[in-house]
């Protein structure tokens, strides 16, 4: 079991923030602080993460001892993580749809790859079937907030031969909580220091370290549990 803090934009283009952002997310209980490569990157927009930056948060992450993950959102954002030598990679919903081809060449690398599927509306899965140990897929929904009425798609169980884990857009915790209770592996949730901040629209949806550190000390009991009454498959 594995908790995600998606800082993405979430630092509002202060990268000191940033830096606060992954301490806190390590106290919390995140085993991952996860960034967004290749999205709003200019160098006059509020994600532009170049290689010096991109190798400093990389070091900030050694220090504080949590892992560092990206959304590989394009070409460019892809050497990036080749600079500072991510040991796997997301890809996010959108990439998904928009950009099959990037998606591929992230796969062919043969590292583990999260692959979300909040835009996906096909049968089937769109790169072959999860593999358990390269390929795996991530449930979400891609509304920003997700209503819980939204939610009745969810994976009745969590595998390593279906859906692996779960990307929240919900307020609070509790989406999280019920993909756990159904067997997810792997939960990423959006993480602030400043739910009012409208810099990002994600602010909003995500949570507090407080809140961070519920979901880490209810989630992994409750998934230790779930593997006593079904091991995961």
């Known amino acids: 079991m594995e908790f995600?803090?998606?800082?993405g934009l979430n630092h509002d283009g202060n990268f000191d923030l940033a830096r606060e952002l992954i301490r806190q997310a390590k106290l919390a209980g995140a085993d991952v602080a996860k960034f967004q490569f290749g999205w709003r990157c200019k160098p006059d927009e509020i994600n532009c993460i170049d290689a010096d930056r991109a190798a400093q948060l990389k070091a900030w992450c050694d220090y504080v001892g949590i892992e560092m993950l990206a959304s590989i959102i394009t070409e460019e954002a892809m050497d990036l993580a080749?600079?500072?030598n991510l040991s796997r990679y997301k890809i996010a919903s959108r990439t998904v749809i928009d950009k099959p081809a990037l998606c591929e060449r992230i796969l062919a690398e043969g590292k583990p790859t999260y692959v979300s599927l909040g835009m996906w509306d096909k049968k089937g899965f769109p790169f072959g079937e999860p593999d358990g140990k390269i390929l795996h897929y991530i449930y979400c929904r891609s509304k920003y907030p997700t209503a819980p009425g939204d939610m009745a798609a969810m994976p009745g169980r969590f595998h390593s031969r279906g859906f692996h884990g779960y990307s929240d857009h919900m307020l609070g915790v509790e989406g999280c909580l019920l993909a756990i209770a159904r067997g997810a592996r792997y939960v990423e949730k959006h993480f602030t220091l400043n739910k009012a901040s409208q810099v990002i629209r994600d602010h909003v949806l995500s949570a507090t370290p407080a809140e961070f550190?519920?979901?880490?000390?209810?989630?992994?009991?409750?998934?230790q549990l779930v593997d006593l009454m079904e091991p995961p498959s």
Request: aromatic share 0%.
């Open 82 to 84: 080749h600079h500072i």
């Open 4 to 7: 995600i803090a998606e800082i």
């Open 213 to 223: 550190r519920q979901l880490t000390e209810l989630g992994r009991p409750l998934s």
